[in-house]
């Protein structure tokens, strides 16, 4: 008697749905959100301890040098804050952000200012305080779109809170460019005066500071009224800065 044989039935694999591009998206984006995040914090704690440098402004200026034919040129030496004169800490807190030591970062009077001073169509000093500069010349590029400046506030209340007061005025010190080429106070110092940033007078550290917004364009030495103008000013409000506790 012939037996009869059935085929056997096969599972057949089921069918995942597909991930929706949404979903896709949402999960790429938090991933790179997370991994920001780290690196962030990582390199933040990394420059608490470890001197910086190079900036990225530094490297923008090799290239734009470059491409307009120019010779590159680069000077930056990096000193500890305790062989920078009190002098030139003093005149940019008198010339860059008056209020440095007492405010978590911004200034908002001085920010809300400089806003209604562009509704009117000029521009103020005064909107970006050394913290805020400090977080914009370490971690990211210059330009003025709502992007770069909110990724600047973010980094801005990291160096508050890991940093501190004295080594935010140090790494703004040792990164920040003043001429064309020079970055540092020490650099500057043996740039325009020929000595070291230690022995700086009120008088020249006021020439560095006066120079600040466009060193490219302004001289510290042999300088034009308007910088003398600035220099003499700063002095005096370098006298009401008194002493410098971080």
Do not use: C
């Amino acid at each position: 008697m012939a037996t009869k044989i059935t085929p056997r039935k096969t599972k057949q694999p089921v069918k995942k749905e597909p991930s929706s591009f949404m979903n896709k998206l949402f999960r790429f984006l938090f991933k790179s959100f997370l991994w920001f995040l780290g690196i962030s914090l990582f390199l933040v704690v990394f420059f608490k301890f470890v001197p910086v440098v190079f900036t990225p402004l530094m490297v923008i200026r090799a290239i734009e040098n470059k491409a307009a034919g120019k010779e590159v040129y680069f000077n930056h030496d990096w000193e500890p804050i305790e062989k920078i004169s009190t002098n030139l800490q003093k005149a940019v807190i008198a010339s860059e952000d008056g209020t440095f030591l007492k405010h978590n970062g911004f200034d908002i009077k001085a920010m809300q200012k400089a806003y209604k001073s562009n509704e009117r169509g000029r521009r103020i000093k005064g909107g970006s305080t050394i913290s805020q500069q400090t977080a914009k010349n370490v971690f990211l590029w210059q330009g003025r779109s709502y992007f770069r400046k909110g990724l600047e506030a973010y980094f801005t209340v990291l160096i508050e809170i890991i940093w501190g007061k004295e080594r935010i005025m140090e790494v703004y010190l040792n990164s920040i460019e003043m001429g064309d080429g020079i970055y540092g106070a020490q650099a500057a110092t043996q740039y325009w005066y020929r000595k070291d940033a230690s022995s700086l007078t009120p008088i020249q550290a006021a020439g560095i500071a006066a120079i600040l917004p466009n060193p490219r364009k302004f001289k510290a030495t042999s300088s034009s009224s308007y910088i003398n103008n600035r220099k003499s000013k700063i002095v005096r409000v370098m006298r009401s800065v008194g002493e410098i506790k971080y």
